[in-house]
């Protein structure tokens, strides 16, 4: 897939009430033009970046599900990551600085009408089939409320309506963790907040994994073990491989941005928000997803009025989204959205 950058050279109004003076938005596509292809637009989550081959390779590339030979295949770098769209590490045309915590606050609201700028561009004129796991379901939820005649399929996988107390604790929990690396406030740099980054990721993989997980992955290999540390060393691992790769002001960022995930803000409640949705849907719940349970699915396909539901069995937790590629190819060519 080719890496593109659009940049939006107006004032981008946000939901917390102020703007940004313009906006990059990084993606990929798999072809120049969309032009006799179907359409499948693919929204990533937290910590992802646009390139959907790098980190759902099971299911994008030649010959897969979503062939990226055959269709139109898009991803594009959610606003307030630093993956190559605006966020909190972009420089500030007001200060010539990195704004690092001066960013604003962004909503799942605003990172779908950063989608909509970009699909316009693109002269897209409707999406053969939206797809989203985790945060990126946010997306592709409040996508197909706001913009009724664009979606035409849709696939929600391990997601929700409206963002749960528990994933709202989770969040913050990981938020604490930042705050407690003296760094982070400091803002030296965007490298501030590394150790506490580090924590915050070792805090989320629990709510990505399942117990089972864990038993079949990080058992101790001796019998007669005296302290356990198998597990330790992996949540150190885990924690330094994401400080590595990413940087703790968009993961402050993009965390509270899922905390604003409401689709029935202003709608008269999700119910009639999801009543709305003219998009085939189906709806993939995880079994053993302990952040987002069955019982959420289960809500957005009892209210979307042309939708389905299909659970697939994993023992790695949420992260099954990313794993159980075959369970989902599966699911996608029964339901009949692509």
């Known amino acids: 897939m080719m890496?593109?950058?659009?940049?939006y050279n107006k004032a981008f109004p946000l939901d917390c009430g102020d703007s940004l003076d313009n906006?990059?938005?990084?993606?990929?596509?798999?072809?120049?033009?969309?032009?006799?292809?179907?359409?499948?637009?693919?929204?990533?989550?937290?910590?992802?970046?646009?390139?959907?081959?790098?980190?759902?390779?099971?299911?994008?590339?030649?010959?897969?599900?979503?062939?990226?030979?055959?269709?139109?295949?898009?991803c594009a770098n959610i606003l307030g990551s630093c993956y190559g769209s605006t966020g909190p590490t972009s420089i500030a045309s007001k200060t010539g600085?990195?704004?690092?915590?001066?960013?604003?606050?962004?909503?799942?609201?605003?990172?779908?009408?950063?989608?909509?700028?970009?699909?316009?561009?693109?002269?897209?004129?409707?999406?053969?089939l939206l797809i989203g796991a985790s945060g990126g379901g946010f997306q592709a939820i409040e996508w197909s409320v706001s913009e009724l005649d664009v979606i035409k399929n849709m696939c929600l996988i391990a997601t929700s309506a409206v963002v749960?107390?528990?994933?709202?604790?989770?969040?913050?929990?990981?938020?604490?963790?930042?705050?407690?690396?003296?760094?982070?406030?400091?803002?030296?740099?965007?490298?501030?907040?590394?150790?506490?980054?580090?924590?915050?990721r070792a805090i989320g993989l629990l709510s990505y994994r399942s117990y089972?997980?864990?038993?079949?992955t990080q058992k101790e290999e001796n019998p007669d073990f005296l302290f356990a540390n198998k597990a330790c060393s992996y949540?150190?691992?885990?924690?330094?491989?994401?400080?590595?790769?990413?940087?703790?002001?968009?993961?402050?960022?993009?965390?509270?941005?899922l905390d604003s995930h409401n689709v029935g803000r202003g709608r008269g409640g999700a119910e009639k928000a999801l009543a709305k949705?003219?998009?085939?849907?189906?709806?993939?719940?995880?079994t053993s997803d302990m952040l987002f349970p069955v019982s959420e699915l289960n809500f957005i396909a009892h209210h979307i009025p042309n939708s389905g539901i299909e659970l697939i069995n994993s023992?790695?937790?949420?992260?099954?989204?990313?794993?159980?590629?075959k369970q989902i190819t599966k699911a996608i060519i029964k339901h009949n959205i692509l």
């Open 23 to 74: 906006i990059d938005i990084c993606y990929h596509v798999s072809s120049e033009s969309s032009a006799g292809k179907k359409v499948i637009w693919i929204c990533h989550a937290l910590t992802a970046n646009s390139n959907v081959e790098e980190w759902w390779a099971g299911l994008t590339g030649p010959g897969k599900l979503f062939d990226t030979d055959k269709y139109y295949v898009i």
């Open 3 to 7: 890496k593109k950058l659009f940049n």
């Open 97 to 128: 600085k990195a704004y690092l915590l001066d960013f604003p606050k962004i909503t799942i609201r605003d990172q779908v009408a950063a989608h909509e700028l970009l699909r316009k561009q693109l002269n897209i004129q409707s999406i053969d």
């Open 315 to 325: 023992d790695f937790g949420h992260d099954g989204f990313l794993l159980e590629n």
């Open 235 to 257: 949540q150190e691992y885990q924690g330094k491989k994401l400080a590595d790769r990413f940087d703790a002001y968009s993961y402050y960022t993009l965390t509270n941005s």
């Open 164 to 200: 749960s107390p528990w994933r709202t604790a989770f969040s913050h929990a990981q938020r604490m963790a930042l705050y407690a690396d003296q760094s982070f406030f400091a803002q030296k740099d965007k490298e501030g907040g590394k150790k506490g980054l580090a924590c915050a």
């Open 212 to 216: 089972e997980g864990f038993r079949l």
């Open 277 to 286: 949705v003219k998009a085939k849907t189906l709806c993939i719940a995880i």
